[in-house]
């Protein structure tokens, strides 16, 4: 119990520090951003007007230490060139091997949040975005012989990730990236914080109008 309990507290504390870390890295990467704005090529600023985005994705992420696959949809506005704001909700449902039980569990994953996306680099169709996500869910598991998901536990998240983005099209970007996911709540079904703490990569589409 000791042990459960200075674990959750580690967890706390490094959660803690990673929303503190990115809300600051948030802050300080905007104002940089705010101050290049004169900077902005003509060929951007032509374009700066507020535009809506829809954006899919997907990519891998670990649960207790085996690989799984998360999906992603993501609603949005570009405020500007350098700026993004929206909303987001993720899912998994993958069958993983728990190290702390006897046989695989099939975990179902959900959350949802809001999030901020800044864009320091571009170049012409090429640009390099910082997406950064807060938010909560809920997640459950099912072992064999159950005839029904275990209690569903309710979750904190934050992740931030560097992306690489591609402009197909005027309308069309495709991206790639990664970056690191943290969780707090966690506490049911044999499951604990750090077994979702993970790094993550994802293939992102993104339709702007």
Not at 51 to 74: E, K, Q
Not at 97 to 104: A, G, L, M, S
Request: proline share 3%; charged share 20%; with cysteine.
């Amino acid at each position: 119990m000791l042990n459960a309990q200075k674990k959750t507290t580690s967890a706390l504390a490094k959660f803690a520090f990673a929303a503190t870390f990115m809300l600051f890295a948030a802050t300080s990467s905007f104002a940089e951003l705010k101050d290049m704005g004169d900077a902005t090529p003509a060929n951007e600023k032509s374009s700066s007007g507020i535009r809506a985005l829809i954006g899919i994705g997907g990519g891998n992420s670990m649960i207790t230490d085996d690989g799984t696959i998360f999906m992603n949809l993501r609603i949005g506005i570009d405020f500007n060139p350098l700026f993004s704001s929206g909303l987001w909700v993720s899912s998994i449902m993958s069958d993983v091997e728990n190290h702390k039980v006897k046989h695989n569990q099939l975990v179902n994953y959900k959350a949802f949040g809001g999030f901020v996306e800044l864009f320091p680099l571009r170049f012409d169709k090429f640009s390099v975005s910082v997406p950064i996500q807060a938010g909560g869910g809920s997640v459950s598991a099912l072992e064999p012989g159950d005839e029904a998901y275990e209690t569903e536990d309710y979750f904190f998240i934050a992740d931030m990730a560097v992306h690489f983005n591609y402009r197909i099209t005027k309308m069309l970007e495709i991206s790639i990236g990664g970056g690191y996911r943290m969780f707090t709540g966690i506490e049911e079904n044999n499951l604990e914080n750090l077994d979702f703490c993970t790094p993550f990569g994802e293939l992102r589409f993104t339709v702007r109008e």
